[in-house]
């Protein structure tokens, strides 16, 4: 059964990416110290299948600057500590740098909370194992049994143990960690960046430092907005889901590229030369080139998700690059590149897997290898994106009291279905269920934006009539 598969069973905390949802309703500190608990006796027991008797865990963990990320972290590192497991700290940091630090100084698992593009009362716990990845289903299944107390399903009698005397664990600041891996995306770059005006929007969230680190010291000049952390500010008018302040930066500044990124900056959005907005459909495009040309691209062939342009896909095929469809969800374009032993994935929001270099989506790291694609070709990304013809597209996000009831209603799938008909072979409508928030994503191509608009609201108007839209 594929990741896909599993997790349409559905499980009750764990979505698509985590753990998510407004603290202190949907998720609060006493879940997440069950969270740490677990973990911690999981990773030093031999049900994780790598540790022997007396074994003490190694657990990471990052976190974004949301404000409720203090509550969150020091109830994971307290469960973690009472179970017996070190818990090293990353403090603000990014998802991508947690993946790395997990798999490349041999941690048992790495946490990083962070509710990524959501709004700052939001929050969630992303687990990674050891090699870097997102966490199996097996797993996270086992960490909501010990939540909600179905501790037979564990095969425990009572409680999880609390370690006792000298086998408590221990709080071990780490911020070492993170700056290896600024030094390994540093590493990754093979020019000087000092002639290169860069403008960076770091959506108040993890990469506010880090991205100024990494390329100050590859030495462009940097134009930072989005830099300015307070807690509550996080996604906020900025990032990757609100690029317009960084296309304005651009314009204005006569920058040559601009990068936005969101809270845990695992996505990445680009902005040519002329203020123009790169999705991830434009960045794959660019990569996969790039790859080929060094003969990187394995078969040939990229992997992407439902939501990508169709445009996207007859451009590849026009260069002679294949493309493989997934559902929504970097750990589904992540497992058909394993799977299928391919070299480049991702999704249009910007999560852009590198598997070469990274296990995850990675902006920073989308946003050197764009870099260096313009050093290398001396080209701006406009002439990168040479060939690269898009259809006009709309997304319209509606909130809904339940995504299944609303998705099934019989109005919304007899609208859904006119407006296909309406639209016939020159576009596509598209309604699916968030796997992060309590949203129905409709999503129609068509020859105009105009047309993509209309026929969009005509879908939200059936189900805001059937009496789904959460207000």
Same mark, same amino acid.
């Given at each position: 059964?594929?990741?896909?598969?599993?997790?349409?069973?559905?499980?009750?905390?764990?979505?698509?990416?985590?753990?998510?949802?407004?603290?202190?309703?949907?998720?609060?500190?006493?879940?997440?110290?069950?969270? %740490? *608990?677990?973990?911690?006796?999981? /990773?030093?027991? +031999? $049900?994780?299948?790598?540790?022997?008797?007396?074994? #003490?865990?190694? =657990?990471?963990?990052?976190?974004?600057?949301?404000?409720?990320?203090?509550?969150?972290?020091?109830?994971?590192?307290?469960?973690?500590?009472?179970?017996?497991?070190?818990?090293?700290?990353?403090?603000?940091?990014?998802?991508?740098?947690?993946?790395?630090?997990?798999?490349?100084?041999?941690?048992?698992?790495?946490?990083?909370?962070?509710?990524?593009?959501?709004?700052?009362?939001?929050?969630?716990?992303?687990?990674?194992?050891?090699?870097?990845?997102?966490?199996?289903?097996?797993?996270?299944?086992?960490?909501?049994?010990?939540?909600?107390?179905?501790?037979?399903?564990?095969?425990?009698?009572?409680?999880?143990?609390?370690?006792?005397?000298?086998?408590?664990?221990?709080?071990?600041?780490?911020?070492? %960690? *993170?700056?290896?891996?600024?030094? /390994?995306?540093? +590493? $990754?770059?093979?020019?000087?960046?000092?002639?290169? #005006?860069?403008? =960076?929007?770091?959506?108040?969230?993890?990469?506010?430092?880090?991205?100024?680190?990494?390329?100050?010291?590859?030495?462009?000049?940097?134009?930072?907005?989005?830099?300015?952390?307070?807690?509550?500010?996080?996604?906020?008018?900025?990032?990757?889901?609100?690029?317009?302040?960084?296309?304005?930066?651009?314009?204005?500044?006569?920058?040559?590229?601009?990068?936005?990124?969101?809270?845990?900056?695992?996505?990445?959005?680009?902005?040519?030369?002329?203020?123009?907005?790169?999705?991830?459909?434009?960045?794959?495009?660019?990569?996969?080139?790039?790859?080929?040309?060094?003969?990187?691209?394995?078969?040939?062939?990229?992997?992407?998700?439902?939501?990508?342009?169709?445009?996207?896909?007859?451009?590849?095929?026009?260069?002679?690059?294949?493309?493989?469809?997934?559902?929504?969800?970097?750990?589904?374009?992540?497992?058909?590149?394993?799977?299928?032993?391919?070299?480049?994935?991702?999704?249009?929001?910007?999560?852009?897997?590198?598997?070469?270099?990274?296990?995850?989506?990675?902006?920073?790291?989308?946003?050197?290898?764009?870099?260096?694609?313009?050093?290398?070709?001396?080209?701006?990304?406009?002439?990168?994106?040479?060939?690269?013809?898009?259809?006009?597209?709309?997304?319209?996000?509606?909130?809904?009291?339940?995504?299944?009831?609303?998705?099934?209603?019989?109005?919304?799938?007899?609208?859904?279905?006119?407006?296909?008909?309406?639209?016939?072979?020159?576009?596509?409508?598209?309604?699916?269920?968030?796997?992060?928030?309590?949203?129905?994503?409709?999503?129609?191509?068509?020859?105009?934006?105009?047309?993509?608009?209309?026929?969009?609201?005509?879908?939200?108007?059936?189900?805001?009539?059937?009496?789904?839209?959460?207000?």
């Amino acid at each position: 059964m594929t990741a896909e598969e599993k997790v349409k069973l559905k499980n009750k905390y764990f979505g698509t990416d985590g753990f998510r949802g407004e603290v202190n309703i949907d998720l609060n500190s006493e879940q997440a110290f069950r969270v %740490g *608990r677990f973990l911690g006796w999981y /990773y030093s027991s +031999s $049900l994780s299948g790598t540790a022997e008797s007396g074994y #003490r865990a190694r =657990i990471v963990i990052g976190k974004d600057t949301r404000r409720s990320s203090y509550t969150l972290e020091y109830a994971i590192a307290a469960g973690l500590t009472a179970s017996g497991a070190d818990a090293y700290m990353l403090h603000v940091t990014t998802t991508p740098s947690v993946s790395y630090v997990t798999q490349s100084e041999g941690f048992d698992c790495g946490i990083m909370i962070t509710a990524s593009h959501n709004p700052y009362y939001d929050n969630g716990i992303k687990i990674i194992n050891r090699f870097g990845e997102k966490l199996d289903d097996r797993t996270t299944a086992l960490i909501e049994a010990y939540i909600d107390g179905e501790l037979g399903r564990l095969g425990i009698d009572g409680d999880i143990p609390l370690a006792k005397k000298d086998k408590i664990g221990r709080i071990v600041d780490h911020v070492a %960690g *993170r700056n290896r891996y600024v030094a /390994y995306l540093i +590493s $990754l770059a093979s020019h000087s960046y000092k002639h290169l #005006r860069i403008g =960076i929007d770091s959506a108040n969230g993890a990469s506010w430092s880090i991205a100024s680190a990494l390329f100050g010291a590859l030495g462009a000049k940097i134009y930072h907005i989005g830099n300015d952390p307070d807690g509550t500010n996080i996604n906020r008018s900025c990032g990757s889901t609100n690029i317009e302040r960084l296309c304005e930066l651009v314009r204005r500044e006569h920058l040559d590229v601009g990068f936005a990124f969101d809270g845990d900056a695992d996505r990445c959005i680009a902005v040519d030369e002329k203020g123009r907005v790169v999705d991830g459909d434009g960045i794959l495009y660019v990569l996969a080139k790039r790859l080929r040309a060094r003969g990187m691209l394995e078969n040939d062939t990229v992997v992407a998700t439902v939501m990508s342009n169709s445009g996207f896909f007859r451009s590849l095929e026009n260069i002679g690059i294949d493309c493989v469809q997934t559902t929504v969800g970097d750990r589904f374009v992540y497992e058909r590149m394993q799977n299928d032993e391919l070299s480049l994935g991702g999704e249009q929001s910007g999560h852009i897997i590198i598997k070469k270099y990274a296990t995850t989506g990675d902006g920073l790291l989308s946003a050197i290898m764009l870099c260096e694609e313009i050093c290398d070709t001396k080209r701006p990304l406009s002439a990168l994106c040479e060939g690269l013809t898009l259809y006009p597209q709309y997304v319209k996000n509606i909130r809904v009291l339940d995504q299944n009831d609303a998705i099934e209603d019989v109005r919304v799938r007899e609208t859904c279905e006119r407006v296909r008909e309406e639209i016939g072979e020159q576009g596509r409508l598209l309604l699916r269920k968030s796997g992060t928030e309590p949203l129905l994503r409709i999503m129609v191509e068509c020859e105009s934006i105009e047309d993509c608009h209309k026929y969009a609201e005509r879908v939200a108007e059936s189900i805001r009539e059937g009496g789904h839209e959460l207000e």
